[in-house]
């Protein structure tokens, strides 16, 4: 059975951030250096997690899959954008928005699983130490890894199938990227149904979530306030204060696009909401964890002093 709809709609038009050709041109120079920027620093963190020995760990692990999928959300989202910024309402097939949507959400679900194994694993780490070897292994990281993508994966697998059976009235889509909120504003009849699946389901992932993420802090927290050494007090904070804010800025705009009433909120500010979470944030995240961590801080001083010596033979 066709899992699709069977309306006349074809294609779609991404009506973009702007209609503005020198806006167009603005914003074109400046998510190109933006997606320049995501790329390099989340390539570098992937890079110096494989060849730095001391950096091989559960942790870094698990940073370099962030840093992939942060990549390929953001090479799913602001490539398109790139092109549609040179091109006036360049249209987009009924299956290339569905695969889009599929992408983004399946990648934006898996990283909100993984900052949630993330934060299991700083449990176990400084709550736990005598016991990380034995719960943390190698084994254990691939399957939870597993876990985050098929979670994603399978969620997002319901959400597109969902979506695209609804029958649609236009093909204008007011955003910049196949996304559920907008495509459900051009559904022919009463979307309401698929509004409370969108709600009930990315609410249980949300909680989900937030169910291991802040139990898990207020453990670590409660355990670096009983520490004696200032050094280990201060290093052990900057590991978790990169990872409590890459999942505030998260979830604050997962929270605010896809269960706060539409109502509540104009097309214009979802855009800028959407362009934070799946543009902005995949830049922030090798910033975020590359300034607050003392350990990729020292990885990365190594290996351009040993590029700086290499250049002086």
């Not at 993330?118 to 399957?143: E, G, H, N």
């Not at 495509?183 to 022919?188: D, E």
Request: proline share 4%; aromatic share 14%.
């Amino acid at each position: 059975m066709d899992v699709w709809n069977k309306t006349s709609v074809k294609e779609f038009i991404l009506l973009g951030l702007t209609t503005l050709p020198v806006l167009k041109t603005v914003f074109f120079v400046l998510f190109s250096a933006v997606y320049f920027i995501t790329v390099v620093g989340n390539i570098s963190i992937i890079v110096i997690t494989k060849i730095d020995p001391q950096l091989q760990t559960s942790m870094y692990f698990f940073l370099s899959n962030l840093s992939f999928i942060d990549i390929c959300l953001s090479s799913i989202v602001t490539l398109n954008m790139l092109v549609n910024f040179l091109s006036e309402h360049r249209p987009i097939s009924f299956y290339g928005c569905a695969t889009q949507l599929f992408s983004s959400f399946g990648f934006g679900t898996t990283e909100c699983f993984l900052l949630a194994v993330m934060a299991y694993d700083r449990y176990v780490a400084i709550c736990k130490p005598l016991l990380y070897a034995t719960i943390i292994t190698k084994r254990r990281c691939l399957q939870l890894v597993a876990f985050s993508y098929l979670g994603g994966f399978l969620h997002s697998t319901i959400h597109t199938v969902a979506t695209f059976r609804l029958p649609f009235c236009s093909h204008e889509i007011h955003h910049f990227f196949c996304d559920i909120p907008p495509l459900l504003k051009l559904s022919c009849f009463d979307n309401q149904l698929s509004k409370i699946l969108l709600f009930t389901f990315i609410s249980i992932v949300g909680f989900s979530c937030v169910l291991i993420i802040i139990p898990s802090y207020i453990y670590i927290i409660s355990t670096i306030v009983k520490m004696k050494s200032t050094d280990g007090r201060h290093k052990t904070f900057s590991t978790c204060a990169s990872h409590i804010t890459v999942v505030s800025l998260l979830f604050g705009t997962v929270i605010f696009t896809y269960i706060t009433p539409p109502s509540l909120y104009s097309q214009d500010q979802d855009k800028v909401i959407s362009v934070f979470y799946s543009v902005m944030i995949p830049m922030l995240n090798p910033l975020i964890y590359s300034v607050r961590n003392n350990e990729v801080k020292a990885s990365i001083k190594k290996i351009l002093g040993k590029i700086s010596l290499l250049q002086n033979i």
